[in-house]
T-cell receptor, first 117, second 116 residues
Framework: DTAVSQTPKYLVTQMGNDKSIKCEQN?????MYWYKQDSKKFLKIMFS???????INETVPNRFSPKSPDKAHLNLHINSLELGDSAVYFC????????????????FGPGTRLLVL | GNSVTQMEGPVTLSEEAFLTINCTYT??????LFWYVQYPGEGLQLLLK?????DKGSNKGFEATYRKETTSFHLEKGSVQVSDSAVYFC???????????????FGKGTKLSVKP
């Protein structure tokens, strides 16, 4: 009965490859997020997405693209992986009650540890 | 822009010691404030939150009070245990920036180690 799940838990790959990380939430939330945690534990938002809008952090390279087949899933696709993409990627979800009221708790997945060689 | 600053670690304490982890913020609107905890090898879990000035969030013996006048949300616990060893993140969510979803903006995290 995991609320937010991610697969895979670990991902080791070569530079230049394309990979995807999957995220699913069973909380009925309509907003999902991707965060990146670097080697110093610093967490930064990459994307937030619901059926109304996708918001992209402008510092995220366009090699990263979120894909949402339905409200319960937000996958992260990465093209042409680079060494600097090595990090832990966290998916999260929350309920969106509309502009100015989106202060609900975000629930995080367990993370996907990506290592690019 | 919005930002969160928290004290740098690591913090090492003996069991039953008093804990304070300082957190201050800057925000353009009226943010909600959060403390998240990350145990070794795990994802983030919400520890506590406060959504308006003077609110106190509390959970598992931890407390933090939303102080608008000092723009602070310091985390405290009266008596820490070995099981509290983790990385603690202060965060804010301000729906007035970053779109309607109110993206979380995190501090850099403070690693706490509690020795028996």
């Amino acid at each position: 009965d995991t609320a937010v799940s991610q697969t895979p838990k670990y991902l080791v790959t070569q530079m230049g490859n394309d990979k995807s990380i999957k995220c699913e939430q069973n909380l009925g939330h309509d907003t999902m997020y991707w965060y990146k945690q670097d080697s110093k534990k610093f967490l930064k938002i990459m994307f937030s997405y619901n059926n109304k809008e996708l918001i992209i952090n402008e510092t995220v390279p366009n090699r990263f693209s979120p894909k949402s087949p339905d409200k319960a899933h937000l996958n992260l696709h990465i093209n042409s992986l680079e060494l600097g993409d090595s990090a832990v990627y966290f998916c999260a979800s929350s309920q969106d009650y509309g502009f100015g009221r989106s202060r609900e708790t975000q629930y995080f997945g367990p993370g996907t540890r990506l290592l690019v060689l | 822009g919005n930002s969160v600053t928290q004290m740098e670690g690591p913090v090492t304490l003996s069991e039953e010691a008093f804990l304070t982890i300082n957190c201050t913020y800057t925000a353009t609107g009226y943010p909600s404030l959060f403390w998240y905890v990350q145990y070794p090898g795990e994802g983030l879990q919400l520890l506590l939150k406060a959504t308006k000035a003077d609110d106190k969030g509390s959970n598992k013996g931890f407390e933090a009070t939303y102080r608008k006048e000092t723009t602070s949300f310091h985390l405290e616990k009266g008596s820490v245990q070995v099981s509290d060893s983790a990385v603690y993140f202060c965060a804010l969510s301000d729906p007035l920036s970053g779109g309607s979803q109110g993206n979380l903006i995190f501090g850099k995290g403070t690693k706490l180690s509690v020795k028996p």
